[in-house]
């Protein structure tokens, strides 16, 4: 969570709104007194999960596509 002004938020709405759109949350103080706080008006966009190859970093295949795993594969890593 950032921390503004209202000067400076004012100068740089563009910037801030940039940060907020990610999914920062942004607080805008005045006479150093915290007044407002910006948030997202949904959450953060996630991957696309449904995309083959989004994990390709972090699947790992245990035994055939077509056929269950047991949990000693699992468990052993074979």
Do not use: C
């Not at 005045?30 to 449904?50: D, E, G, I």
């Amino acid at each position: 969570m950032s921390t503004t002004t209202v000067e400076e938020f004012q100068r740089n709405v563009g910037g801030y709104l940039a940060e907020v759109e990610k999914g920062h949350e942004l607080v805008i103080s005045k006479n150093n007194q915290p007044f407002a706080r910006l948030v997202p008006a949904t959450s953060v966009p996630r991957k696309n999960r449904t995309k083959i190859g989004w994990a390709d970093s972090t699947l790992k295949i245990l035994g055939p596509v077509t056929g269950p795993v047991l949990e000693e594969e699992i468990r052993t890593g074979a």
